[in-house]
């Protein structure tokens, strides 16, 4: 079953090769469907709610969109081109320590936002490390470099190129061996490796990732708030969470919502058209193909560059909470919002698997390039509309189907967490998917594989680990969700970032610190542990 | 999670549909913000307090994110929220909230209490209170500036953290202050603090955190912000610069609604909410000032900390008026 030497492009007649399955298509138009009307009984309920067009809101916002659409389209092209060299870098090198530090980058992004900002101003912020040490050592300081459109930047590309990285990193790490071992023979250079080899594994994933990437920072609330420098940057989210809470003017909210799912939607559209189908892909050994000195050494120093960058501001979280760890332990609401933190984690953990798998087995079953496209657009539901409407929504549509907002907190959680992680987890099995059923479709024709067994034959022991790295990633998005909580969190239902966010709140300082170090290292253990697990798992059920 | 799994039954059956459980002890529905319900905040004490007093009833806190977000949960609930009373209504939204109607009078007599100007509203019960002001640490800063245009002759790398006065309430509490302070030179002293402006965030958290952190050299707040480090952290440094302007108070306000099944009861609690016993709490669980007088019970951080010589005020009817235009000016002014 290997698949090496099976043509790059897109082949005439794929219909033919592709195993008939109505229902994986059937099922990912249905959930399709049922997101997209999800969507609009929110911006319904919302406008039913609106008692009157007041329209008091004086938002400029041509200006808005540029302003955000640069920001966002510079995150994305620096933290992809990050990304990939960074991705390069882990795959091609072995030390010690590996698979925590591959943790550790990925933790960047489901970490809150607003931990990672405060790590960096721990290190680059006027009274940051790299201030401090400047000016014990030569008595000059570097000014305040966080704040203002690099600082927005900065603060983005640390928490998306890493997570870029680890997605891929795994599209790197399924290379088949013996098409590394045909460029091994061929002498390939360190480039023409990645020209012929790397790229085509990676440029099936890249569109999704910069879609996620470029949606992420458009809508970035919190971060661009505290590092922006003020008002001249913001986001269209920062307006609309004024119409909606400030001014109430819940038509205005829902006009200027759907300025931003339309802009989303064209980014999502162009995405999810652009997707090339990813090729070749298999179980992959660990390479013992070394680049040249000069590559290795090139690779190493962006290694180094990027453990310096990325991994010293969540390692001042660490040091930063861990003289009050202590004290947030003998308090009996951390452990009950632990407890619920892994509940809600793991339940939407696998509701996420469940609609992923959907959402991407369907796709990869149809060849038709419209549905392909329409398939793909759902996903990104969570990231275009604003949480503050969606959560505003949530709540006039639990009160009109009779039940207490409150009782219903749990479930809407879950599902909100887990629309909000359904692109990464899309992201993640979607171009491996659609590898198998291309790369095999024909084989698993011939067999006549049901879908059931084409799962649990085919797909499943291959992409064991992607499955592993998707959980992780589901589970830590859920915990260190801050968005979806903090609109949705009542009395009884407090999560772990609640609960910092609510000390932060307080002049607790030091236990939000603490919490934030908690939650750190369980995201860094999730990450090194899970996709490990789950490959072990699928390596014992090939 | 028993209780989550208990209850996913419970709405799976649909059980939630018509609340009409039985209860024999009578309970008060309470909305507040997050800070106000929180196991530290002042919402525990008053329950267990009130509890004591009011003959077998039950209280019962629901936090919304904010305390504008209670407000409008019960403006989108209407007639058919469970809602008996609002707590932690400020003095800006004050207005906005008498307005819609769902507010009924407190018929109580408020005239013993001990707030910077007298309390004469008819809805609105006053919970606690505090100035707004720039805080700063003694180690850094050494002669904090006493009046806004003293900050702004300030070299630029003098530089103060605000919020946004669209999502938070101290952010609005800084416009109306300069407006109340300037009124049509405003906008002035707005582009003069700009270059001071390190950033502009969106919770008071965010903006205090950056100023502990060494980031800023102050951060808007309020004249009770140094009482929380002299009490839990032992620690004299910070301090609330008075400006010569003198300062606008923000006043917590707590309101029962006309809907309210139980207004004898809510009625009850306002009172003891007002009261010596019920004011206690507040101090040191909220960080603002009692609107009672405390006498020994106010704990001698509180009692020691300056107070402006000049109280503020901005009407309701101003407010309404003229917020969206200062919050406007204040935008372009700092963009």
Redesign the interface.
Known sequence: MGGAGESHDIMAGRMLTLPHRPFRIAAAVALAVAITVLIALVLWAILAAATEASGTSRVDIPHLLRMTSIQAGLTTILSLAVGTALAWSLNRLRFPGRDLLVGLFASAIVTPGMVVAFGLLAIWGRNGWINQASNALFGVSIGNPAFGLSGILFAHVVLDAAFAARILLARLDAIPTNRLKTGQSLALTAWQRFALIDWPALRGSIPGIGAIIFLLAFTSFPIVLLLGGGPANQTLEVAIYAAVRQDFDLSGAVRLAATQIAVCSVVILIASALAPVPTSFGASASPLWRDSTAARMLQSLVLAIATLGFVAPLLSVLIDGFGSIGRVLAQPTFWWATVTSLAVGSASALLTLVLALALAMGRGATGNKPLRTLLGMPAFAYLAVPAVVLSLGFFLLVRSLGAAPAQAAPFVVIVANSLLALPFAIATLGPPLEAITRGRGKLMRSLGLSGWRQFRLVELPLIGRDLGVMLALAFCFSLGDLGVIALFGTQDLQTLPLMMFRAMGSYRNNDAGAIAAILLIGTVLAFAGLPKLFGKIADAAR | ?V??GS??L??LL?L????TVAQDAPKLTIYTY??F?????PGPGLKAGFEAICGGCTVD???A??S??TL??V???GETT?ADLIVGLDTAIAGEARATGLFAEHGLDLTGLTLPTEWTDATFVPVDYAHFAFVYDTDTVTTPPKSFEELIALPEDF?IVVQ?P??ATPG?GLVLWIAAAYGDRAPEIWAGL?PH??????????S???F????ADMALSYTT?PA??IV?EDDQTIHAALFEEGHLAQTEVAGMLKSSDQPELARQFLDYLASAEGQKIIPTTN?MFPVTDLGADLDPAFAGLPQPEKTLTVSDEEIAANS?RWI?EM?TA??
């Open positions: 999670m209780k989550s209850i996913a419970a709405v649909g939630f549909a018509a609340p997050d800070g319900a929180a196991e530290w905040g806190f629901i936090a994110d904010s504008i977000g409008r949960r403006q989108l609930e469970e530089k946004d669209r999502s609005l700009k402006i390190l950033t502009v965030t969106r919770d008071w958290s965010e205090y955190n950056l502990l952190e060494g980031e912000s929380y480090h839990s960080w969206q406007d935008l700092v963009q």
